[in-house]
Nanobody, 121 residues
Framework: QVQLVESGGGLVQPGGSLRLSCAAS????????MGWYRQAPGEQRELVAF???????NYADFVKGRFTISRDNAKNTVYLQMNSLKPEDTAVYYC???????????????WGQGTQVTVSS
């Protein structure tokens, strides 16, 4: 099977920066799309950004100009560089990879366990 492992979350002051990473491992043939969702307490889970294998990106309006998504295809790893963080960015951030194709050509969607990001003074 496929696993997504996130890292990089933590506590940061407003205006600070964090970089999240998510590495996919397992019997992977290809991963076209990787991205990030986030969920604050009592709120709906929302899309933050995604990136395709070819480098096409999409961002939610609330992070444009502050966050940058990137990936290392050789490592099956996606990153989220978060700058100018605000208290409202506080949430659990989840890595996701829809339509991962395994070596047996099975296609499934995978989610990471989530990493906590807290922006507070």
């Amino acid at each position: 099977q496929v696993q997504l492992v996130e890292s990089g979350g933590g506590l940061v002051q407003p205006g600070g920066s964090l970089r999240l990473s998510c590495a996919a491992s397992g019997s992977i043939f290809s991963i076209n799309v990787m991205g990030w969702y986030r969920q604050a307490p009592g709120e709906q889970r929302e899309l933050v950004a995604f990136i395709t294998k070819g480098g096409t990106t999409n961002y939610a309006d609330f992070v444009k100009g502050r966050f940058t998504i990137s990936r290392d295809n050789a490592k099956n790893t996606v990153y989220l560089q978060m700058n100018s963080l605000k208290p409202e960015d506080t949430a659990v951030y989840y890595c996701y990879a829809p339509g991962v194709v395994t070596t047996t050509r099975r296609s499934d969607t995978y989610w990471g366990q989530g990493t906590q990001v807290t922006v507070s003074s």
